[in-house]
C-alpha cells in the first residue's frame, strides 16, 4: 500500500458493508484528489473469515456494521484502546453503551463517528454535533423510522396495518421479524442518540418511552382525515421544566407542520430553537446504498481530522410526565348526558377540550375530541374515570397530537 | 486573556456583527465546555472604530460579516496570508473572488468557512462540503431568496407584486433597495457557490443566468393553481451533457416536490443524486440571529479543527443550452384554426405538449400549455415564431417547470 493510502478495516459484510465496499471503490479517486490520501480496505471481518487482531494492527480506522450490541462494542473498545478511529452505523449499541464508547475515544484521543446510526443519509448528526453547537437547541422533533413511516403512509390511503405490512415486507422495506421497527424500539435507539447530541445528557435506550403503530386502528386514520392531521410515528427530545423528555409514540401533526408531509419511507428530522427557529432535514431511510453514503462520509470525515467524540455527559433530569395535546377517542352508547358528562370528567382534571366531533351510529356514538396541552397524568386519570362508565363501550383511546406553533 | 482563550477579530457590526456578539456571549461557555477553548472577540472593526492590523495581530480568526466586494476581500486576503483562519457570510465576494480565496488559504493552511453565505441557518453549505464529499451529486435544487418566496407566497394568496413587495419591505423581509432580491441576482450567487461545493468546478456570478420575479404576472400564479403547480424562484445546478449548469429562475413545481411547500420567507435545498435519492434541507433564510447563529457554528468548526478549504477548481464547461418542461402563456385571436397552427409550429421545432387549458374570453382567449422537456432553443424559436402570427395578441410568456420525478 502506498504511504498516501488511509487504511480502513471493515467489520461486518452484509448489505451495508458490501455496499460500503462498493462505493468506496468507486469514490476512491476523487476523495484522494481532494484529500490527498486514498481510502483502501485493509481487511474484512465476518463470522467465517478474516481475522479481527490482523486487520486492527494494519488499519487506520475501523468500520463497524455488524449490528448489535456484541461482539460489536468489544471490537469497538479494543480498537479505540489501540488508538484507531472508528466508524460505527449501530444505534443499538450506541444507544446502550454509548457513554462507555465515548469515554474510551476521549481517553484516547481518537474519532467515533456515526452519521449512518440515525436517518440513513439524511445528515442529523453531523448537523447537530457541527453545524448546531453552537445552537442551544429546544426541541427535536423526528420521523426516524422508515419501515413504520412507510406502512403509516399506506395505511392512511386505506390499507389496514396487516396489508401495508406485508408490502412493506414484500419490497425489502420491513424485514421478516418486524418488531424493532413497528413497535417503535428503533425509533427510541435514534431519539436517544440524538437526544445526547442535542441536549448532552446521556439518555439509555432503557429510558425512552415508547410506543409503535401495530396497535392503530383504521379508524384512528379515517378521523385523522376529517381533523385534518397527519399521523405519523414521531420520536421527540425536548428541554422541558429543567429536564429531558424523550419519547417516541404515533402523534397526529397539524397540516402545516414539517413533519406532516415526510411520506413513504422517508426520515426526516426538524429541530427547533429560539435561535435559529427551526431547520428540517428529510431523505430517504436507511438503504444499503444511503448508508453506506453515510459511513463513508463519516470516513472521510475522520481522514480529514473530523469533530471529537462527544463531550463528558451533562447530568439532566428526565422527565416522564409532560404536557401534550391529545386526541381522545370514545365509543359511547348514543344516549342523552353522556357529551355532559365526558366534558364534566375532563374538566375535572383540567383537560380542556379544543374540538369535538360526534356521530351517531345506531345505539352507538363516537366521540373524537382533540384537547389542549395537558399533563399526560391528568389525561390518564381522566380516560381510567371515563372508562369506568357503563356507557363507555369499550376501552378509550388516546394519541398525541402536535399542535401548529409555526403558522 | 486566558491561555484557552480563542480570539476572534470581528470586521463589521451591522445586524449581524451585532448578533453575533450577542450570541458569543451568550454561548462562551457552553462552548468552552465542549471544547476546551472559550471564543472571545479581541477587536471589533467598523467605518469608525477599530484597526484592522491592530485586530488581525491579536487573532486567530477573523470573522467578515462587512459585505460586499472591498475591502471585504483584501482584508481576508490580508488576514489568510497571515496564518489567520477566515469566517465570512459575504455571498458576493465568494460567488465572484471565490477561487482566489479559496486559493489563498490552501496556500496558507488555513480555513475558510462560509456557511452563512448560503441559507441562514439552513447548513447546506456543510452538508455538501463534509457529509456529501463522498457522494456524487447529479443536481441541486434551491429556493435560496427568501425574501423573494415570501412574495411569491403572497402573490399565491392573491396579493399582487406590488403589494407583495410592500408588505415585505414593511415587515423587514426586503430591503429598501430589494434589486439584489427580486431580479434573482442574490439567488445566483447562492447558486454559484453550491455548485463549486457540489460539482467542484469554479462558477463566477457573470455566469449563472438568472431572472427573477418581478416580470411574473397576477394570472401565471392563477394558472398555476388551475394547473395545480407551485411558483417559486428556483435555482439550479447539475450535471448535464458532460458540463454543468447553472440558472436562476421562477420555475413551477409539481405538488410532490419537496420544494413545492416551502412557504414564506424560508429557504430549502435539494440535493440529488443517484447513491442517496434525494435529501432536502429547510428552514428561515436569512436574519440577524439564523446567520450569526451559522457564523458562530463555523468559528467553533475552525477551533475544533474544521475542514479544510475547497480543493483546487475542477475544469467543467458550462452548459447554457439545457433542456427543461416549459409553461407556455399566449394570448390569441379566439378564431378557427389557432389551436392547431401553434400546435403545427411546435411540432415543426420539436416541442411535444403535455397539457394545454384553453379558455375563450370574448374575442381573445388564452392558451396555456405545459411542455415535455424541450432544448430551451427550441422553445425559444418556436416561441419567437409564434409572436410573428397576428392572432397572437401580446407577447407569449415561458416559465421552466419541474417535473414530478420523484413521484
Redesign the interface.
Known sequence: MAASDFKVGLLGHGTVGAAFEA?LA??AE??E???GLRPVICGILTRSRGDFEKILAEADLLVEVIGGVEPAREYLLQAMRAGRHVVTANKQLLSQHGEELFETARAHDVRIRF?AAVG????VV??LE???????IDRIHGIVNGTSNYILTEMSKGSSYAEALAEAQRIGYAEADPSDDVTGRDAAAKMAILARLAF?APVHLDEVRYEGIENLHGDDLQYARELDLGLKLVGTAERRQGGLSVHVFPTFLYPGH?LA?VSGPFNAVTVE?E??????????GAGG??TA??V??D???VM?????PP?PPLAMALIEDVESAFYLHLDVADEPGVLATVTKVLGEQRVSIKSVVQRGMGEHARLVMVTHPVLESSLREAVERLGAFDFVRSAPRTIRVIEEEFL
Open positions: 462505493l468507486e469514490r476523487e476523495i484528489r481532494f484529500n452519521e440513513g443519509a439524511v445528515p453531523r448537523v457541527e453545524s448546531l453547537s453552537a445552537t442551544p448532552g414539517p408531509n430553537s435561535t435559529i427557529t427551526e431547520i428540517t432535514l428529510s431523505g430517504p446504498r444511503q453514503s453515510a463513508l462520509g470516513v472521510v470525515s480529514t481530522g473530523g469533530a471529537k463531550a
